[in-house]
């Protein structure tokens, strides 16, 4: 086996190899001289208008380019005004908000109640065919206009996610922004050239290749976005990793994510950049098939079994050393960082004489067989097929593609899957709960009615003593019969410039209007933050 330090020692020189492949060729915009921040993304960016898409690296020029009502605080997840100035909730199907003075679009424009009205009723015109419009009129019936800078928002139903809502799916447009010259409505009017409220001006869009963004520097002064401290930001497509990390070390990129834990912690080791971690909402977890669906001699419909399957499986030792980072066991079905995510819960070390003498108890003294389906992380599923052996239960697993498994699950064909959820960076357990406990949901091999009942009923309250309860009822109930195997949180990987100060978010959703230029580089690789 290789040793650390000579992987670094590789690392270094294939990096030095490839930069000598970009040194020469690649403009040199990037870096603090320039006060340009140049970020290197995946893939293409399809739109500038996050009303349009769900691309996750649109979503992350959109966080610098557009403006909602609220924020969320990447600090403490919770949910701020921000061209909101403050809001009553008056019941539980009204909303009042009073918009913030002095905020403007990028065209000079004032923002007002006009705007907002009509943002809100674009999104849920059915006829725009907005991302989120399907969801945001699930639970808005109406918003009106109740003065210059005031409006009401009227609900279908208590809906305790409004204002989550609000601040994720809902960028604010100019009135009248998708009106074409011919009079027609235009749903692409704000695809290549975006006049939004953010702290960034869209100055230049080459579809498929980059996003060139200055400072707005009427951006409205109170905004808990802050002013920005970066003049120029560049968000540059860069397929392919390899050449990601080259150009960093090259000094023509500043800033890349979604880096593979160890590639970042080599990279990092090296010295030619920073390696940043930190968390994100995804959790990861094995349903198994407790209401027999597939059958009902189903081994996984037998309690013990169940819970035998989880003392069985080394998930410390998954986290440490596949997964990595910040990433971390988790016993409860949903995130830990998530509202009404009950920690108090049963849990199952890891044993595998427990599991034993369970597999006994339930009448399998020398285990089973079962199918086990994934589409992705071959190598984790792999050490827990491995981990299960151990103990007398054979994994038979089956490597699909998602929508194969989607389509097999659909059909009861699937006793147990790998399951993954991001819940769209929010906080709160409803996310999570609502796709995979609700008894029409093919997700939920349990079909337990009290779970359900309980998390549809916290899905429909706005007091959160009573959603909290809720969830704790079911959470509890869920951990307990070993419904599920809970498995691990996700982390975030970033490597960046060793000029770069970037603080790091808890959900894992960027927010680069946050990062500075630093004083002086940075000399070592933290583990954590900035």
């Not at 604010?172 to 922004?177: E, F, Q, Y």
């Not at 498929?208 to 002013?227: I, Q």
């Not at 000094?251 to 994510?257: A, E, L, R």
């Amino acid at each position: 086996m290789m040793r650390r330090g000579e992987t670094r020692r590789r690392v270094r020189a294939a990096i030095v190899a490839a930069c000598l492949t970009i040194i020469g060729v690649q403009p040199a915009f990037a870096g603090r001289a320039n006060d340009t921040l140049v970020v290197a993304i995946e893939g293409e960016i399809p739109t500038l208008d996050h009303l349009y898409t769900t691309a996750r690296d649109t979503i992350v020029v959109s966080e610098l380019t557009d403006d909602g009502l609220f924020y969320v605080d990447p600090d403490t997840l919770a949910y701020v005004p921000l061209v909101a100035e403050s809001y009553v909730q008056v019941d539980d199907k009204t909303i009042d908000v009073t918009i913030r003075p002095g905020v403007r679009f990028h065209d000079g424009s004032p923002l007002t109640a006009d705007d907002v009205v009509y943002t809100y009723n674009w999104v849920i015109d059915p006829a725009t065919n907005t991302n989120r419009g399907r969801l945001i009129a699930n639970w808005l019936g109406s918003v009106e206009r109740t003065g210059p800078m005031t409006v009401r928002f009227r609900l279908k139903h208590p809906y305790p996610l409004a204002i989550r809502d609000m601040a994720f799916s809902v960028q604010l447009r100019k009135a009248g922004s998708y009106q074409g010259a011919d009079g027609k409505p235009n749903p692409n009017a704000e695809s290549l050239s975006l006049n939004g409220a953010g702290p960034y001006k869209v100055v230049d869009f080459q579809p498929g290749k980059s996003v060139t963004l200055e400072r707005f520097d009427d951006y409205y002064a109170g905004s808990p976005k802050g002013r920005p401290a970066i003049k120029t930001m560049i968000f540059r497509t860069i397929p392919d990793l390899s050449t990601q990390q080259a150009e960093l070390v090259s000094g023509t990129v500043d800033w890349m994510y979604n880096v593979p834990a160890d590639v970042a912690a080599n990279i990092g080791a090296t010295g030619y950049a920073v390696h940043l971690t930190g968390p994100t909402l995804r959790v990861n977890f094995i349903p198994l098939d407790a209401a027999g669906l597939t059958g009902a001699d189903n081994p996984l419909t037998k309690l013990d079994v169940r819970r035998a399957m989880i003392h069985a499986i080394n998930r410390q030792a998954i986290v440490k050393y596949l997964v990595q980072g910040d990433a971390e066991v988790i016993d409860s079905a949903c995130h830990p960082l998530q509202f009404g995510c009950e920690q108090d819960v049963h849990k199952y070390p890891y044993d595998p004489a427990e599991a034993r003498r369970l597999l006994a108890k339930a009448g399998y003294p020398d285990g089973f067989e079962f199918e086990l389906w994934s589409y992705r992380e071959r190598q984790v599923a792999e050490a827990i097929a491995a981990d299960l052996a151990k103990v007398g239960i054979r994994a038979k697993l089956r490597f699909v593609t998602l929508t194969t498994l989607n389509q097999a699950r659909k059909k009861h064909r699937v006793p147990a899957f790998f399951a993954s959820w991001e819940s769209g960076s929010t906080a709160d357990t409803a996310t999570i709960a609502e796709t995979h406990w609700s008894l029409k949901s093919d997700r939920n091999l349990s079909n337990d009615a009290f779970v359900a009942r309980n998390m549809e009923a916290a899905a429909k309250t706005i007091d959160p003593e009573e959603r909290k309860r809720l969830y704790s009822e079911a959470l509890r109930r869920i951990a307990d019969q070993a419904y599920w195997i809970p498995l691990y949180t996700y982390s975030q990987n970033y490597l960046v410039s060793k000029d770069l100060a970037y603080p790091v978010p808890k959900d894992g959703l960027p927010r680069l209007f946050r990062a500075h230029w630093r004083t002086a580089p940075a000399k070592s690789s933290p583990a954590k933050g900035s």
